[in-house]
């Protein structure tokens, strides 16, 4: 049912009620799957009633590719290519849940090095999907030169990156049982000298966004998360952390080399857009001084292998097991369901993004069209990662 | 590794059994206590952060629906399992028990053809319109696997030994079954090649 209308200023007011007054009918917006606001190719279909969301429902999957059943025809080796490319701008998280569970079920023991270069990448990993959306999130509420700052950060830290794995997006840098190779001679001493090279600037981005008083008035009170509703829709990473609830893998179930570190979890109570933005900006000074203390043990950890020999053929002993990471953007797992072959018979994947933005259809009535936008940018979702 | 549920089985289904492996504990319970025991464990025992909710198909023996939850106040998991069997592919919705169990349902009720009852907009989430089949149950062949060979040799050594080579058995992709037992036969041979038995033991997939 496809009803033509006309919007714009006094459109309607021919149509008056009963009681006088101008009457309103809903009219159905699609936001996407090509707008300037939404991220990639989320849809949204919003109903509105003036310019009240009264209902909102995102509609997924543009982007699917069939991820699941493609690692159920791929070895251990092969899944990892795979596995990397849902969350983008998360690459070498998503190896790690992979070789996680595969590891778990063979079995192995992963060489310390490779353990502490891991927990290195993962966090350096985690300050670069954080300055892109620090970067991006300002764009939509009109402040553009934010993002100039975030990727000259980025640009230093992809230096380091690219200098170890070769790649600027997709690492593909984990092994089952350790990493591809070892770190280049002198990479320890150029990976601090990044890191504290971005610390350094980050007041700069700070002072930029943090006082604006638009960014303020744009984003405070707006899109209120409740802990109900994260718990509810398995809502996670940043998001869940800005609405109170304290849970964060990397202390909550310790992997990698997590245990030993100190992490500090990154918490707000007001659950608004305000609270989401400010959550990713202190986990980014959280996750660089996680790395400095990883480059710290790396440079004193004794000489030893980083990886680990692997018969030609690798098959996974029967069972399953399920192996959870946290993400930049939230929880990322993989269930893994083997029956001795060597490919999985069903490798599950749970993504952060798609639990994070299922909470639309219940966050945005009630809300303005205007602040769908503030709404939706503090999401920090990337497509690929709801699509699959 | 079946065996009764221990104390925490027990506070969720009377008749629930546990397996243990690798570190994690996985309960089953039976199809009709589902939405009863996710309740019971939302309310009684803490586990209110749903993860995930998914199936996995074992063929002749039915599929499994297995939820994963999580216990914020003790950092506890607890992994649900129960087996549907093939001819009843149908569960009672757990939306009304978690919120967000909603697309869990959808995609698994695209990928793998099963029915939650009471579900309020059960509809593809992820597959485009008009998509035909169910991807992720095993008899859902990857058809281009077969159809386009791979670029390149397959094995270590392969391309360097040449035409001369003793030929290998041709070595099929994974998950891409018998040419013997699956796909279009040439029309002159008449009657359907026997199925021959897997060389790896793995069950075989009907055409």
Same mark, same amino acid.
């Given at each position: ?388 | ?15 629930? %059994? #546990? ?6 504990? +996985?309960?089953?319970? *039976?199809? !009709?206590? =589902?939405?009863?025991?996710? @309740? ?45 069997? %093939? #001819? ?6 757990? +939306?009304?028990?978690? *919120?967000? !169990?909603? =697309?869990?349902?959808?995609? @698994? ?54 035409? +001369?080579?003793?030929?290998?058995? !041709? ?37």
């Amino acid at each position: 049912m496809v009803t033509e209308r006309i919007v714009g200023m006094g459109a309607g007011a021919d149509l008056v009620d009963d009681g006088g007054r101008i009457a309103t009918q809903d009219m159905v917006l699609n936001i996407g799957p090509q707008h300037p606001s939404t991220h990639g190719v989320l849809r949204l279909r919003i109903t509105l009633d003036g310019e009240r969301i009264v209902d909102a429902e995102p509609i997924v999957g543009y982007m699917h590719r069939g991820a699941e059943k493609l690692f159920e025809v791929r070895d251990y080796r092969q899944i990892i290519v795979l596995a990397n490319r849902h969350d983008w701008l998360s690459a070498f998280a998503n190896e790690l849940g992979v070789v996680l569970a595969a590891e778990r079920m063979l079995g192995m023991d992963v060489p310390v090095r490779a353990v502490w270069a891991r927990t290195l990448l993962a966090e350096l990993n985690r300050v670069l999907n954080h300055l892109m959306f620090l970067g991006s999130y300002p764009i939509e509420l009109g402040a553009i030169t934010p993002i100039f700052y975030a990727f000259r950060e980025r640009e230093t830290l992809q230096a380091v990156m690219e200098e170890i794995s070769g790649g600027r997006m997709h690492y593909m840098f984990n092994r089952v049982g350790g990493l591809k190779e070892d770190l280049p001679a002198g990479w320890l001493g150029r990976a601090r000298r990044a890191v504290t090279d971005v610390r350094s600037r980050l007041p700069d981005l700070d002072r930029l966004v943090m006082g604006n008083e638009i960014f303020l008035a744009r984003t405070k009170g707006v899109g209120i998360i409740s802990p109900e509703m994260v718990a509810a829709y398995g809502v996670s990473g940043p998001i869940a952390r800005a609405s109170g609830v304290d849970f964060d893998l990397r202390r909550d179930e310790p992997y990698l080399a997590y245990g030993e570190l100190p992490v500090t979890v990154v918490t707000r109570t007001d659950g608004d857009c305000l609270s989401r933005f400010q959550c990713l900006f202190e986990q980014l000074q959280v996750s660089l001084d996680l790395a400095d203390a990883c480059l710290d043990r790396l440079g004193s950890l004794p000489p030893g292998p980083i990886n680990t020999r692997l018969p030609k053929v690798l098959k996974v002993p029967e069972g399953a097991t399920y192996a959870w990471t946290e993400n930049p953007l939230g929880i990322n797992g993989y269930y893994l369901v083997s029956k001795g072959d060597k490919t999985p018979w069903r490798l599950k994947l749970r993504s952060a993004s798609f639990n994070n933005i299922q909470v639309l259809g219940e966050l945005l009535p009630g809300a303005l069209i205007a602040d769908m936008v503030a709404i939706l940018g503090s999401m920090f979702f990337v497509v690929g990662d709801i699509d699959k | 590794m079946t065996e009764p549920g221990g104390e925490l089985g027990a506070r969720l289904s009377a008749t629930s %059994t #546990a397996e243990a492996a690798y570190g994690q504990v +996985t309960y089953d319970v *039976a199809p !009709a206590d =589902w939405v009863a025991t996710l @309740t019971r464990a939302r309310d009684d025992l803490g586990f209110t952060f749903f993860d995930w909710l998914t199936a996995v198909d074992h063929e002749a023996d039915g599929m499994d629906v297995v939820v994963h939850l999580w216990c914020l106040d003790r950092r506890e998991h607890l992994l649900l399992r129960t087996r549907l069997p %093939t #001819a009843g592919l149908s569960l009672a919705t757990a +939306t009304g028990v978690f *919120a967000g !169990a909603s =697309w869990h349902e959808r995609e @698994t009720f695209e990928m793998f053809g099963i029915d939650f009852t009471g579900h309020p907009h059960l509809v593809p989430l992820l597959l485009p319109d008009g998509f035909e089949g169910h991807p992720l149950r095993k008899d859902f062949v990857l058809a281009a696997r077969v159809a386009k060979a791979w670029p390149g040799a397959k094995e270590p050594g392969e391309s360097d030994a040449g035409h +001369t080579a003793p030929a290998r058995r !041709a070595s099929r992709p994974p998950g891409v079954p018998d040419p013997a037992v699956w796909g279009p036969h040439p029309p002159a041979t008449g009657a359907e090649p026997a199925p021959a038995p897997e060389p790896d033991g793995r069950p075989e997939v009907e055409p």
